[in-house]
């Protein structure tokens, strides 16, 4: 990070040399604020949830803008947290209250991502995935949606995803729920991707857990040929 001045940029230019210990001969570089801003890249952010049921599916939903299915989330509003983004999301879909400080999944989107036309002037964006754990069916059964945008859920089995889901939502959905099974940290993806691939990333597998574990997810299957 250069270091800032309040001093006025000279036109045309927005760095300015000064003295100091950076450079090789003693140079440094220097930006007023508004330069500095100016060469930040702006990135939309935000925020989904990963739920499942007993049995290991994932609950997906269908809304009215498109024919894909989605994670419960949405855009992180200004000045709020990705958590409280999730959070809010889940109770403006679903109906359902709840905290996610579980971070399964950060995903970088790029701004060439087929799924936003050109108006929207996409600049890309970082999505968090949040662990909203395993849905006892009493909790499913108090899911109350919204008068529109959402017109229902169901609960999907982990090799179905990339059929039902756009292809970066379903690689990033697996990705969160292999790290979940794995309890191995949050994944750190590009575009769906880890950005350290194992063998199965690389098939395009879901992990299915180690023998005798409990773990929420747990009955995920392969797609067809990868097994």
């Keep these: 990070m250069p270091q800032l001045t309040d001093d006025k940029a000279v036109p045309g230019k ?3 040399a000064a003295p100091g210990p950076a450079g ?3 140079a440094g570089t220097r930006m007023t604020p508004e330069a500095y801003g100016a060469s930040r890249a702006a990135l939309w952010t935000g925020a989904v949830v990963l739920v499942t049921d007993a049995e290991g599916r994932v609950l997906v939903q269908s809304v009215d803008y498109r024919a894909d299915r989605l994670l419960p989330g949405g855009a992180v509003d200004a000045g709020e947290s990705p958590s409280a983004a999730a959070a ?3 109770r403006e879909e ?3 209250d709840g905290r996610y400080p579980r971070g399964l999944a950060v995903d970088w989107i790029p701004r060439e991502d087929p799924g936003f036309p050109p108006e929207t ?3 890309g964006e970082v999505l968090f995935v ?3 754990g395993t849905w006892a069916p009493d909790r499913i059964d108090a899911v109350r949606l919204p008068a529109q945008e959402i017109t229902g859920i169901h609960f999907a089995e982990p090799a179905d995803l990339p059929a039902l889901m756009d292809p970066g939502d379903a690689r990033r959905t697996l990705s969160a729920l292999r790290a979940r099974i794995a309890g191995c940290g949050t994944a750190l993806l590009e575009d769906g991707r880890p950005t350290t691939p194992t063998a199965l990333d690389r098939l395009g597998c879901s992990a299915p857990a180690a023998p005798g574990s409990t773990a929420p997810g747990g009955r995920a299957r392969c797609p067809r040929g990868c097994a």
Excluded: S
């Design 14 to 16: 927005t760095a300015q």
């Design 24 to 26: 090789p001969d003693g």
């Design 88 to 90: 809010r999301e889940v």
């Design 94 to 96: 679903l109906g359902v």
């Design 121 to 123: 002037r996409f600049p």
């Design 130 to 132: 949040y662990d909203g």
